[in-house]
């Protein structure tokens, strides 16, 4: 049975170029896609530029441009990325977009007559030069805790202590150098923790449309308590701002998070309206098919993004009602990482996507190396040079493209092009279609592609032990030649069907070489007939050449910085003060030191703390006894990879009430006059709630 999907990626942020975890993502969306319209189901694969915010409207205001401009030029970018790595969205389009601002203020319409939206004041720092509110990101100033000059609003980078931007020594904003002032505004909220929402989202997160630590993750959020119990939502931001106005109040825009998701229903309305679906064989008009008991809507997203997707996303769709429905599924992947390590640029850790493909490396080199590493979990993907030289080079060209390369030319020259009848010999390449199309189904990229090479191996195998070479110096042996290079090739087109999710461009070309149309999956039910007749084989890929690999990852000469522009006098002496050495701390006694007491800990739970920038909620272990504190280290480590970490904790520090809740202690860190923060860790054999001393 034929099937209807409704498919997405998460939405890129329009102020800045992709980068290689966007098109992992798009990769991973794309072989899915690509094996469900081979299985011929109706895609409609569309994406859009995540184009409101602050941040957008901050950069275009600072390079003198409209925001509408600076979103055009990285719009302007995008189709160079998408088809230099064959990703094939249907449509792309903006959030600021007609079509975003009706269905926003629509749903945000519905939810209000349903009871789920109120106000209530909010009291922030606000720039008096700027006139704007200030987010913590905005902010900086000396750190009440270690004195540490240019530290952000909610924690400092210097001594790892975590506090509210109301509590910072001298603060200032980043945008203007003014001194803020609290001020109080109106704010819009969704009821998220409305019983009947909660009730919803228990039952959503059930079943099998997330994934099942994706849905624990949800439903830990859902049964917190305290200081970690779901709260309501803040959707609302004060002009100026970049954004979708909130109808009937005036100077109030939508928060960006609102507006983001409710793009993938623009692009797929903008997809409808302008005739491309139509094009693609569906009949329906948008609102029709979006509510159709029969369309799937599926999400590929990285897991950065869960809360908003799990939790919110499917509680707005569901009470905006009819014609929008909570997804089907949303599938979370890891984060990329280069040898074991976050990307880093400055580190040599990063790959620029675009210098990938200026330096002619082929993109199915590195569609098929994230593909053998993904599967259905949310696990980090390592691109490592060394694995991807050799994997590349051994399954692509070593098996699959030898396979041709051995046999095409004793067809086309011996026998005029032309096939004789397969032999049973296929079966087991026949029979391997279901097992590998439910692992391209499950997401299980990893799996499928050992599967295929697998059968690579004994097609190889099969050429080895028949000898063809051998074969065509003895003319009697003609008849064994041509079968055995006929079976060679009918294995290679089924290796093809087989891999042309991931491969779409070097499956063309291997269509083209077969003389066959496009394949589909189908397909994998018949074998070419005798008689048909094959064009003259051309090389179809070549081996990975090391040094491109080490020159993707040479640092270019960074340009001379440009004159940094005046500021307000007070920050800039703040400025001078951090150039300068930070000064030896007076000296204490033995009896000082001894009133603190560091405890070994090990990290038990790490999560992001919505709202802010620099934040991570820890629970950790004290030797039978749980903690939760905050500690301003998301700039450096990603909280999904310190469970299981143990650090040292100040265990006698007194609770810090904040606003994202209460800190109950402090973690140890270091850091310098260069980037970077260092969690301080015991040795191993060390003991939670083993005191330091």
């Known amino acids: 049975m034929s099937r209807r999907l409704f498919v997405t990626t998460a939405l890129p942020y329009a102020n800045g170029s992709f980068h290689i975890g966007h098109i992992m993502e798009y990769i991973q969306a794309d072989t899915w896609v690509r094996f469900q319209r081979m299985q011929g189901h109706a895609v409609h694969f569309v994406c859009a530029d995540d184009a409101h915010g602050a941040p957008i409207m901050l950069k275009a205001e600072a390079e003198g441009?409209?925001?509408?401009?600076?979103?055009?030029?990285?719009?302007?970018?995008?189709?160079?990325?998408?088809?230099?790595?064959?990703i094939s969205f249907d449509h792309w389009h903006s959030t600021d977009s007609p079509e975003n601002v009706e269905l926003s203020q629509d749903i945000y319409r519905r939810l209000q007559a349903a009871g789920l939206v109120y106000t209530r004041a909010v009291e922030q720092f606000y720039d008096p030069v700027k006139g704007m509110f200030l987010a913590d990101r905005y902010i900086k100033g000396e750190c009440p805790n270690c004195g540490a000059p240019d530290q952000y609003g909610d924690a400092c980078e210097n001594c790892s202590s975590v506090y509210a931007p109301t509590d910072l020594k001298n603060p200032y904003s980043t945008l203007s150098g003014a001194t803020p002032v609290l001020k109080s505004s109106e704010h819009f909220f969704f009821r998220l923790s409305d019983p009947k929402c909660v009730a919803f989202l228990r039952t959503w997160t059930r079943g099998e449309r997330l994934q099942p630590e994706v849905a624990n993750k949800a439903r830990e959020w859902l049964e917190g308590t305290g200081d970690r119990a779901l709260g309501d939502w803040d959707i609302s931001r004060d002009a100026p701002y970049f954004g979708i106005p909130i109808p009937d109040a005036p100077g109030k825009y939508f928060y960006v998070w609102l507006d983001a998701p409710i793009g993938?229903?623009?692009?797929?309305?903008?997809?409808?309206?302008?005739?491309?679906?139509?094009a693609r064989g569906e009949t329906r008009a948008f609102?029709?098919?979006?509510?159709?008991?029969?369309?799937?809507?599926?999400?590929?997203?990285?897991?950065?993004?869960?809360?908003?997707?799990?939790?919110?996303?499917?509680?707005?769709?569901?009470?905006?009602?009819?014609?929008?429905?909570?997804?089907?599924?949303?599938?979370?992947?890891?984060?990329?990482?280069?040898?074991?390590?976050?990307?880093?640029?400055?580190?040599?850790?990063?790959?620029?996507?675009?210098?990938?493909?200026?330096?002619?490396?082929?993109?199915?080199?590195?569609?098929?190396?994230?593909?053998?590493?993904?599967n259905a979990n949310v696990e980090d993907v390592d691109f490592n040079p060394d694995d991807f030289v050799a994997r590349v080079?051994?399954?692509?060209?070593?098996?699959?493209?030898?396979?041709?390369?051995?046999?095409?030319?004793?067809?086309?020259?011996?026998?005029?092009?032309?096939?004789?009848?397969?032999?049973?010999?296929?079966a087991p390449f026949q029979a391997a279609?279901?097992?590998?199309?439910?692992?391209?189904?499950?997401?299980?990229?990893?799996?499928?592609?050992?599967?295929?090479?697998?059968?690579?191996?004994?097609?190889n195998q099969y050429v080895d032990a028949r000898r063809p070479w051998d074969l065509a110096k003895d003319p009697a042996r003609a008849a064994d030649l041509h079968e055995v290079c006929s079976e060679a090739l009918n294995m290679f087109r089924l290796l093809t069907i087989y891999l042309k999710p991931v491969l779409p461009q070097l499956a063309a070309d291997v269509e083209s070489f077969l003389g066959v149309p496009a394949l589909g999956w189908h397909d994998a039910g018949t074998l070419l007939p005798a008689g048909h007749a094959i064009n003259p084989y051309r090389h179809l890929m070549t081996r990975v050449d090391p040094k491109q690999v080490q020159a993707l990852?040479?640092?270019?000469?960074?340009?001379?910085?440009?004159?940094?522009?005046?500021?307000?006098?007070?920050?800039?002496?703040?400025?001078?003060?951090?150039?300068?050495?930070?000064?030896?701390?007076?000296?204490?006694?033995?009896?000082?030191?001894?009133?603190?007491?560091?405890?070994?800990?090990?990290?038990?739970?790490?999560?992001?703390?919505?709202?802010?920038?620099?934040?991570?909620?820890?629970?950790?272990?004290?030797?039978?006894?749980?903690?939760?504190?905050?500690?301003?280290?998301?700039?450096?480590?990603?909280?999904?990879?310190?469970?299981?970490?143990?650090?040292?904790?100040?265990?006698?520090?007194?609770?810090?009430?904040?606003?994202?809740?209460?800190?109950?202690?402090?973690?140890?860190?270091?850091?310098?006059?260069?980037?970077?923060?260092?969690?301080?860790?015991?040795?191993?054999?060390?003991?939670?709630?083993?005191?330091?001393k």
């Open 65 to 86: 441009i409209a925001p509408q401009a600076l979103v055009a030029r990285i719009a302007a970018e995008r189709p160079r990325y998408l088809e230099g790595f064959h």
């Open 264 to 278: 993938y229903l623009a692009a797929l309305k903008n997809y409808f309206d302008t005739g491309k679906a139509r």
């Open 287 to 374: 609102a029709e098919f979006l509510s159709a008991p029969d369309t799937e809507q599926v999400h590929f997203i990285g897991k950065d993004i869960i809360y908003f997707h799990t939790l919110f996303w499917p509680a707005m769709l569901k009470f905006a009602g009819s014609p929008y429905r909570v997804p089907d599924n949303v599938y979370v992947h890891g984060f990329i990482t280069v040898s074991g390590e976050k990307m880093s640029k400055s580190r040599g850790t990063g790959i620029s996507p675009l210098r990938y493909l200026e330096l002619g490396l082929d993109a199915e080199w590195l569609r098929y190396y994230i593909a053998a590493k993904l």
């Open 393 to 426: 080079n051994a399954d692509l060209v070593g098996k699959y493209v030898n396979i041709a390369a051995r046999t095409a030319g004793f067809v086309v020259k011996r026998f005029d092009g032309r096939l004789r009848a397969a032999g049973a010999g296929l």
């Open 433 to 459: 279609r279901e097992r590998i199309a439910q692992l391209y189904e499950g997401r299980e990229f990893g799996k499928a592609l050992r599967e295929v090479m697998l059968l690579a191996d004994a097609a």
């Open 553 to 692: 990852f040479e640092t270019e000469a960074a340009p001379p910085a440009a004159p940094a522009p005046q500021k307000h006098a007070e920050h800039q002496e703040r400025a001078a003060a951090k150039a300068a050495p930070a000064p030896q701390a007076a000296t204490i006694s033995i009896d000082d030191f001894a009133k603190l007491d560091l405890r070994v800990a090990t990290i038990v739970a790490a999560d992001t703390v919505e709202g802010a920038d620099k934040l991570v909620r820890l629970t950790v272990d004290l030797g039978g006894a749980t903690r939760t504190l905050f500690a301003g280290i998301k700039s450096a480590y990603d909280p999904a990879q310190l469970a299981g970490r143990q650090v040292v904790v100040v265990a006698n520090l007194a609770p810090r009430k904040m606003r994202f809740g209460t800190s109950e202690g402090m973690i140890l860190a270091a850091s310098g006059d260069g980037p970077g923060i260092f969690l301080v860790a015991p040795d191993s054999g060390a003991e939670p709630g083993m005191r330091v």
